[in-house]
């Protein structure tokens, strides 16, 4: 089946420090979404995006889509702990139809106050 | 207030029993989906519905079983087929079609088998 891929599985910052998170897919995804789940939590949808080569923010998170619309970035500017969580990007592989994501593997931030 | 709800919680049970968990929304969402989350697997689809009595297999469906009688329910029935059914499992919905592919998640089930 479809894969997307997520590095890193996890990744332990200071508080302060900057955080990335990349997703990349052997195909082209005709969008990808970022979600956030908190320890003990659900998913939660933090954004969509569509278009190539795709820069959208959020305070202090910035989220990018490649111009060949197969990979996607997720960078946290200063982290605070509120941030902590696991982090996945998920994608709609181009011809699949609208109704199944493909997910990553997410990557897991810590933050050391 | 609308949204999406998961019972039990925690739901525990012996090998070779059968055991069904409950997901419901209010959101009039057409499309329904389940995942299983284990630690550092990510989500991984087992089943999802696009409409009333209509399902199809995501990429680890042995061992489970659907329904969708009615467009707000989508119970899921964990066999005692599954090999290794412990898992924390998640139930989403979505509106069906058009731009907007956000998936809304309720708070999850843990199942433990032993």
Request: aromatic share 12%; proline share 4%; charged share 20%.
């Amino acid at each position: 089946g479809q894969q997307v891929m997520q590095i890193p599985q996890y990744q332990h910052v200071q508080e302060g420090e900057d955080f990335t998170t990349y997703c990349n897919s052997s195909t082209t995804l005709s969008n990808i979404q970022w979600y956030k789940q908190r320890p003990g939590g659900h998913p939660v949808f933090l954004i969509q995006l569509v278009k190539s080569g795709e820069v959208k923010k959020q305070k202090r998170l910035t989220f990018q889509f490649g111009e060949a619309k197969k990979n996607s970035s997720l960078h946290i500017t200063a982290t605070q702990t509120t941030d902590v969580g696991t982090y996945f990007c998920a994608g709609h592989h181009s011809g699949a139809g609208s109704y199944q994501l493909t997910f990553g593997k997410g990557t897991k931030l810590s933050v050391i106050p | 207030d609308g949204g999406i709800t998961q019972s039990p919680k925690y739901l525990f049970r012996k090998e070779g029993q059968n055991v069904t968990l409950s997901c419901e929304q209010n959101l009039n969402h057409d499309a329904m989906y389940w995942y299983r989350q284990d630690p550092g697997q990510g989500l991984r689809l087992i089943y999802y519905s696009q409409i009333v009595n209509d399902f199809q297999k995501g990429d680890i469906a042995e061992g489970y079983s659907v329904s969708r009688e009615k467009k707000e329910s989508f119970p899921l029935t964990v066999t005692s087929a599954q090999k290794n059914p412990t898992a924390f499992y998640l139930c989403a919905s979505k509106t069906a079609g058009g731009e907007t592919y956000e998936q809304y998640f309720g708070p999850g089930t843990r199942l433990t088998v032993t």
